[in-house]
């Protein structure tokens, strides 16, 4: 019966382990000789702080501070049980415990945290392809493995100073059954290029226990045929008549390439001349990288050489590149000089950039819309044009009034002639106011059968005027009169 006490006091103090306990760090990673606070607490007062360190466990008392580890905290009264560990050591590895009875009854809280004695791995290790060159475009792989590192070491993949992100693959940690040492390896996958040829690929491996990163490398060797550096014709400027000519062309090539000049029918392979010495190919000039500087040189410019082209052909065992170079005593511009890739146009030996083109352009463009607008504005008497066209309408309109008024007048004047043509005289209205014999009556009657009376209205006729209140009548005679009424008046 006595054994259920017990029984029961266990199982309540694995329930109550790590609740309402909070330690501090839970996992921490120290070199052999370096100092460690671990720090436990829970929110009422403690009887006494115990600290297992390795497989030795120590009761901690607060006024004590001469041990190797001492306690650290606020009191036993605050809940407060710590260790301060002044030089860790390496059987130190592994967990490390706190136990926190309370002052009155007999559960125990305990509670545990990860303590990594670092321990350097070994030297890294690159495995790669064995051949020592590769052309361009190949694929290339090459792993990095950082053996027996207490924890995992860490890798970080270089090109030269270069740090690398891409085709970098996933590390992996193994380790040795039974044992806490970690191996760490990890891939790089990348498409080798020229600028590749010459650079160092490294592996870089940093850990906690180690005072520096340590390194694995390999140099590079990439292959491929010449390469212009620009495109299209080549044009050396700035040269001299009459003085020295150097034909510079700077090409990438690995292997070192072979070269040829055609100067007309002319074939020189460095290091050869023509035969008055004129002419000189030079050895191709290694700059370093796999760049080549090609030159010929002209002892004297002439006229002709700025009018001819010269032909450079740059050939290697993986290939070849020609090249056509024109000479010109202008001097280089300054956007070539810059080597800003910008649109470059030659109209007449003056060189036009994409800005002065566009410019050049829309300028254009507005004058046509200029004299556009202005036909346009001229043919319908809009805008500036539509003063103009009114003063040349009511110009117009009142030339037309004129020569309207002018019509009528003559057609009245030449109509009151007529008129008046065949109005009887003086002498004839005298003799009409004697009397005369009936005869006369009968034969006046049938004179007045004759007569037609016309409404004739005086003045202008204008649309926009209304017509004179007074009214004039003129009788028209038919003028052929019968004979026997002449003889009569007679």
């Keep these: 019966m006595a054994a259920l006490p ?24 120290r070199r052999v000789g370096d100092d460690l606070t671990v720090l436990c607490k829970v929110p009422y007062p403690i009887d006494a702080c115990r600290m297992t360190v390795g497989t030795t466990s120590y009761r901690l008392i607060p006024n004590n501070q001469e041990e190797e580890i001492v306690y650290a905290g606020q009191g036993l009264q605050h809940g407060e049980c710590g260790a301060h560990i002044k030089h860790i050591k390496e059987e130190w590895n592994g967990n490390i415990s706190c136990t926190l009875p309370p002052q009155t009854g007999q559960i125990e809280v305990i509670g545990t945290m990860r303590l990594l004695v670092a321990k350097a791995p070994a030297n890294p290790q690159l495995i790669s392809p064995p051949q020592p060159a590769f052309r361009e475009g190949d694929g ?62 490294v592996c870089r491996a940093e850990h906690e226990a180690l005072d520096g990163p340590r390194e694995a490398a390999r140099q590079l060797v990439v292959h491929y045929p010449p390469k212009r550096l620009e495109s299209g014709p080549i044009t050396i400027f700035g040269l001299k008549l009459g003085g020295e000519g150097r034909l510079n062309v700077t090409i990438r090539a690995n292997p070192a390439p072979t070269t040829e000049w055609t100067v007309g029918d002319l074939v020189l392979i460095p290091p050869r001349s023509n035969e008055d010495g004129s002419i000189t190919a030079l050895e191709p000039l290694h700059l370093g990288g796999g760049f080549y500087n090609v030159t010929l040189v002209l002892a004297r410019v002439a006229k002709e050489d700025v009018e001819r082209t010269y032909y450079l052909r740059v050939t290697n065992d993986l290939g070849r590149e020609e090249f056509a170079v024109r000479l010109s005593t202008m001097d280089e511009p300054a956007a070539r000089k810059s080597k800003t890739s910008y649109l470059i146009i030659d109209v007449y030996g003056v060189e036009l950039e994409t800005g002065a083109i566009v410019g050049i352009v829309i300028a254009v463009l507005i004058l046509l819309i200029a004299i556009i607008l202005v036909v346009f504005a001229k043919a319908t008497g809009r805008w500036f044009f539509a003063g103009s066209r009114g003063r040349d309408h009511t110009k117009s309109s009142g030339e037309s009034d004129t020569e309207s008024a002018a019509g009528q007048r003559s057609r009245l004047s030449a109509l009151s002639a007529r008129v008046r043509a065949v109005l009887p005289r003086g002498r004839d209205r005298v003799q009409a106011t004697e009397p005369i014999p009936e005869v006369e009556d009968k034969a006046l009657a049938e004179e007045k059968k004759g007569v037609v009376y016309a409404e004739l209205a005086l003045g202008d006729q204008n649309a926009e005027k209304p017509p004179p209140p007074s009214t004039e009548y003129a009788e028209i005679v038919y003028t052929d009169q019968p004979a026997p009424v002449k003889e009569a008046k007679e």
């Design 140 to 201: 290339f792989m090459a792993q990095c493995i950082v053996p027996n590192g207490r924890p995992a070491a860490k890798i970080t993949w270089y090109l030269d100073e270069v740090q690398l992100l891409a085709g970098i693959h996933q590390p992996v940690i193994t380790s040795e059954p039974g044992s806490d040492l970690k191996t760490i390896s990890q891939n790089v996958s990348r498409t080798l290029a020229p600028e590749d040829n010459g650079q160092k690929l």
């Design 6 to 29: 017990a029984l029961f006091g266990l199982l309540m103090a694995v329930v109550v382990t790590g609740q309402n306990l909070d330690i501090t760090p839970r996992e921490a990673v």
